[in-house]
């Protein structure tokens, strides 16, 4: 996979994905100072998905997202201007403050949003799915969900409509071993969420989502099949939140060895060594730091900048009135 | 007596309620981590896995799972992490739950509590933060209460465990910590249907539930102080509706507030409404004013503020009512 990319292309990827990391652990910051309320979920750890699937997407593609959204707006180069201002509710934010950390949403890139409940858009982009080949074109869908989401009706009705109308639909798995403080272990009956497609038809493979490579590779095999009409497929890929399950939460249900575990796969640290030979330790490097420099200043930006007036709580409810 | 705040009285509620061997505690982390409040922290620990209940993220499945125990001799409280999540499990709820006892002539019932933390006021925006009481009060066959201090949490909850129909208890997020005060350790219970008389007076009655009765009882100071004296009454069950307390009170003072989180249009406040009209109509000096929420979204931390109905907003409300 690597040796057929070209280096523009590992830089882009490398550049996202650090890119990510440095936004969501600001997250975690600006969480921890108490200077935004609510819940805010972060996505440090799963870098190598977001970035394996989303740049393979098309100007015509579309997907959904769930609150854990940041890391997809990022990998779908959303501004973090947009995204930081969003999170902190201001007019300057994708959304102009309305939707928040959980809602960032961005039509014109195909982002149909974060979702706050969970496996509420797999049936969405299944439908966006639909309309494509309603509308014969050749684009795709993609819903990402985690492993909690299996267990809602939605997860199961999304998987029955796509195979039955052999939708271009990919459901991205990003199965980081928790819903909330429940471990796969105990929740996952099946094992895996691969294995859970089998009735429904759907092709399903189980890949290492720490290896952005292994991700890209599996999301081009499934944007193949679903562009030339051959139907649904799902990934998972078995990933890690370095974080709690929203910034607060103490996580003393992870046992540290499996932490440990985990951190030794860190996607950025495999980026490196996978690619450091050829791209040289220097230019990564360098990009961490430009990207450290974007972090700031859309942080900067987004506390500075103004909030919507307040008079705006009641209006976009319905078609604005002419 | 323990002095506590609302989320212990839950917990000491459910305590109570547990040592009935037909009772379960069934939802999303209400074991391991004593649920997204901590309301039912200790409870795993103290009746087992078998009592209470980790599930899946799957409401559908947690409220017909209940419902199925409560048709076979169980008694189960349900705890949905917020009342945004409840709408995958509200297909359950009004489908099936609320409708047995009609459907099958009273042969089947749904002994069982649904614990609903509602309202906003975290900060933590849509899904976290609504208030859809209305909902649950416009399906025949619920029952809703809703407390706003902890001795009736405690016994409201009691009541509710009790109660032969399916009751949906509400828990008014902002206020869990809120207040404190005695509770009794021993068993007991708040009649549910019966609203409570707060505090009494002659000029105008302040009417309300869950976390507004905070905003009445600001008000009511400001409107004290400034020489109206005014009448509290907190609704505490939506359904059954106290008709006749809130009746009462209005024969005596003309005068009324009627006070909610949630939106407007629709809301429950209506209800409470087209009750004084329907039988106090001529007592009334005044147009019944009502404090409510907008219709709109709840929004992000900042303007929630804006969205909740304020102490102001009710003060201002029964001025306007002196005036006639
Ligand atoms: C229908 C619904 N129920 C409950 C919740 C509360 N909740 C938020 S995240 C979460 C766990 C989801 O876990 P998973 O699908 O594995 O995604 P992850 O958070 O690990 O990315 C739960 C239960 C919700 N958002 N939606
Ligand atoms: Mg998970």
Do not use: E, M, S, Y
């Given at each position: 996979m690597i040796r057929s990319l070209d280096n523009d292309t590992l830089l882009g990827l490398w550049e996202r994905m650090a890119r990510i990391r440095a936004f969501e652990t600001r997250v975690g910051e600006i969480a921890a100072a108490k200077e935004v309320a609510g819940y805010l979920h972060t996505y440090s750890g799963q870098e190598a998905v977001a970035c394996g699937v989303i740049p393979?997407?098309?100007?015509d593609d579309w997907f959904t997202s769930t609150y854990r959204n940041h890391g997809h707006a990022i990998a779908r180069d959303i501004p973090l201007d947009e995204i930081a201002g969003e999170i902190y509710g201001?007019?300057?934010?994708?959304?102009g403050g309305k939707g928040g950390s959980m809602h960032v949403a961005d039509q014109s890139r195909g982002m149909i949003g974060g979702m706050?409940?969970?496996?509420?858009g797999l049936p969405i982009a299944t439908g966006a799915a639909l309309a494509s080949k309603y509308l014969g074109r050749d684009s795709v869908a993609v819903a990402f969900f985690g492993?909690?989401?299996?267990?809602?009706g939605a997860w199961h009705e999304a998987l029955e409509f796509a195979s039955l109308f052999q939708c271009p639909v990919v459901f991205v798995c990003e199965n980081n071993l928790y819903a909330e403080t429940t471990a796969v272990d105990y929740h996952l009956l099946a094992g895996s969420v691969s294995a859970m497609t089998g009735p429904y038809q759907i092709p399903s493979v189980q890949i290492d989502g720490m290896d952005v490579f292994a991700v890209r590779a599996a999301t081009a095999a499934a944007f193949e099949r679903a562009r030339t009409g051959n139907g649904p497929s799902l990934i998972e890929a078995m990933t890690y939140r370095y974080g709690g399950q929203y910034e607060g939460d103490t996580q003393t249900y992870k046992p540290p060895t499996e932490v440990a575990y985990w951190r030794g796969q860190d996607p950025l640290l495999r980026f490196r060594s996978d690619t450091a030979t050829r791209l040289g330790m220097a230019t990564l490097d360098a990009i961490e730091q430009s990207v450290q420099v974007e972090v700031d200043a859309a942080f900067t930006a987004a506390e500075a900048a103004p909030w919507p007036d307040i008079s705006e709580v009641t209006t976009d409810v319905y078609t604005p009135i002419a | 007596m323990t002095e506590m705040n609302i989320a212990q009285a839950v917990n000491a509620g459910l305590a109570t309620a547990l040592e009935d061997e037909r009772v379960v505690l069934i939802g999303e982390d209400v074991g391991t981590t004593g649920g997204v409040f901590r309301v039912s922290d200790g409870l795993l620990a103290r009746f087992g896995p078998e009592r209470v209940i980790d599930t899946p993220v799957a409401e559908s499945g947690i409220v017909g799972a209940a419902f199925g125990m409560a048709i076979n001799g169980l008694k189960p409280i349900v705890e949905i992490q917020f009342m945004g999540f409840t709408y995958p499990g509200f297909d359950q709820i009004i489908s099936h739950v609320a409708r047995i006892r009609n459907r099958s002539r009273h042969r089947f019932t749904a002994p069982m509590v649904i614990r609903i933390p509602y309202g906003?006021?975290?900060?933590?925006a849509e899904h976290h933060s609504e208030s859809a009481e209305v909902i649950y009060a416009h399906t025949p066959g619920l029952k809703v209460v809703v407390p706003s201090t902890p001795y009736d949490a405690k016994g409201l909850l009691l009541a509710a465990v009790e109660d032969p129909d399916p009751v949906v208890f509400l828990e008014p997020i902002r206020m869990y910590r809120a207040i404190r005060e005695d509770v009794p350790d021993e068993p007991y219970t708040v009649p549910i249907g019966v609203a409570e008389l707060v505090e009494e007076g002659d000029d105008v009655t302040l009417i309300g539930y869950g976390a507004m009765m905070k905003e009445i009882g600001a008000a009511f100071e400001l409107l004290t102080a400034s020489g109206v004296s005014v009448e509290v009454i907190d609704v505490r069950s939506l359904v059954p509706l106290d008709t006749e307390t809130i009746i009462e009170s209005i024969r005596k003072t003309g005068r009324a507030v009627v006070v909610q989180e949630?939106?407007?249009?629709?809301?429950?406040g209506a209800e409470i409404v087209a009750q004084i009209q329907e039988h106090a109509l001529f007592s009334l000096e005044a147009p019944v004013e009502r404090v409510t929420g907008w219709d709109t979204i709840v929004p992000l931390r900042r303007a929630e503020k804006h969205y909740m109905p304020s102490t102001e907003d009710i003060v201002q409300a029964a001025h306007r009512t002196l005036l006639s």
């Open positions: 393979l997407l098309r100007d201001k007019v300057t934010g994708v959304c706050g409940i969970v496996a509420g492993d909690g989401a299996v267990h809602q | 906003a006021g975290i900060g933590a949630a939106p407007r249009t629709a809301g429950f």
